[in-house]
């Protein structure tokens, strides 16, 4: 195996180069435990950890590396490697951090596709589609629309589907495919490049880990069923996994049921071209889009130019955005006004001295 194969580039070597980091080796993170790594290199796997002087300069979590990134690497010893430096990313799919306002949580790095993988039988959903797309667009990264299960409906109900998918979700590849009977499966494989980083994206049961063991041709990946009295998939991907195949790189991750939008203004754009588009035709230019006079979305809604699906899952993503957006600025006005007490508390207490 090749660092080619692992997705190394001129850019990273140049970058490495630039750093005066070649006494340091080279090795591509590929799974994250609690700030414990694992790092892939071309000659085996090790246990990693970050040194303290990256640990301390860290502002914020992105600072510190993620599945997907590459690392400049020393030996510990036989087992074990220390990171002492992330090269710059290439792209970053990230979303809101559950349960955190105003933070973002980092998915996968360097990642050049994803397979938005959606079960056709159980919880089809394209505004989660919408929402996976809008991640990706944000990221610059390329999405792929796998549509899965297709053997527990018929070709009538296949059809009519894939039709509402591409009404809504323009100029993005969609295949569809079956774990099962593995239709679909070698016109996938045929997508993938040597080199090239792909991601899996898609709720718990969608068939993410029994995809990667397909296109591996092995069982690299635990599976299981979906929960009879739940209808949801059970969580079988624990934590973010990369793994070497022999035609590319794949990024297995949990199922995701919170996908919450960040600041994600260009995504939202290029995944609702048509609405934007059509909105610099509105009278007013802070226009809402939801109840002004010569509104050029509403009018088009009105005419069914615009699926109102569509357009209601645009509204919620932008409100969703905003309030991200409004939340990360008050939290940093919080911060601010917080180093100017004790700032002044220090120059108070050095007064009275």
């Known amino acids: 195996m090749t660092l080619e194969d692992l997705g190394y580039n001129k850019d990273l070597e140049s970058y490495r180069r630039s750093q005066n980091l070649e006494s340091f080796?080279?090795?591509r993170v590929i799974s994250e435990h609690k700030e414990r790594y694992v790092v892939k290199t071309t000659e085996d796997e090790?246990?990693?950890e970050i040194i303290g002087n990256l640990r301390f300069s860290a502002q914020n979590r992105s600072d510190f590396p993620a599945v997907g990134d590459w690392v400049a690497i020393s030996e510990y010893d036989e087992e074990k490697v220390l990171i002492h430096s992330v090269f710059p990313r290439k792209t970053i799919i990230?979303?809101?951090?559950v349960g955190k306002k105003g933070e973002k949580q980092i998915i996968a790095t360097n990642v050049d596709f994803a397979f938005i993988v959606q079960a056709v039988d159980r919880d089809f959903n394209i505004n989660r589609i919408e929402r996976y797309l809008i991640i990706c667009n944000t990221a610059n990264v390329k999405p792929i629309i796998v549509l899965n299960k297709i053997d527990l409906i018929n070709e009538i109900e296949l059809k009519k589907l894939i039709s509402k998918v591409q009404e809504r979700v323009k100029q993005v590849p969609l295949i569809e495919i079956s774990n099962e009977t593995k239709q679909g499966i070698e016109k996938l494989k045929k997508l993938m490049q040597k080199g090239k980083t792909y991601c899996l994206l898609g709720s718990s049961g969608v068939g993410k880990s029994t995809l990667l063991n397909n296109l591996s041709g092995s069982q690299l990946m635990k599976t299981n069923t979906i929960s009879t009295s739940t209808d949801k998939g059970r969580h079988v991907t624990s934590?973010?996994?990369?793994?070497?195949?022999?035609n590319g790189i794949l990024i297995d991750n949990p199922g995701m049921r919170e996908v919450g939008i960040a600041d994600s203004t260009s995504g939202l754009?290029?995944?609702?071209?048509s609405i934007i588009e059509l909105s610099k035709n509105c009278k007013f230019k802070d226009c809402t889009h939801t109840t002004e006079i010569d509104c050029a979305i509403l009018e088009a809604v009105s005419k069914g130019e615009i699926d109102m699906d569509s357009y209601e899952n645009y509204l919620k993503m932008k409100k969703e955005k905003e309030h991200f957006e409004l939340t990360v600025a008050e939290k940093r006005k919080k911060d601010k006004d917080f180093g100017k007490m004790i700032k002044h508390f220090k120059k108070t207490r050095k007064s009275n001295k």
């Open 46 to 48: 090790y246990d990693a």
């Open 269 to 273: 754009e290029k995944t609702f071209k």
């Open 239 to 246: 934590h973010r996994e990369l793994l070497v195949l022999q």
């Open 94 to 97: 990230e979303r809101q951090a």
């Open 25 to 27: 080796g080279v090795g």
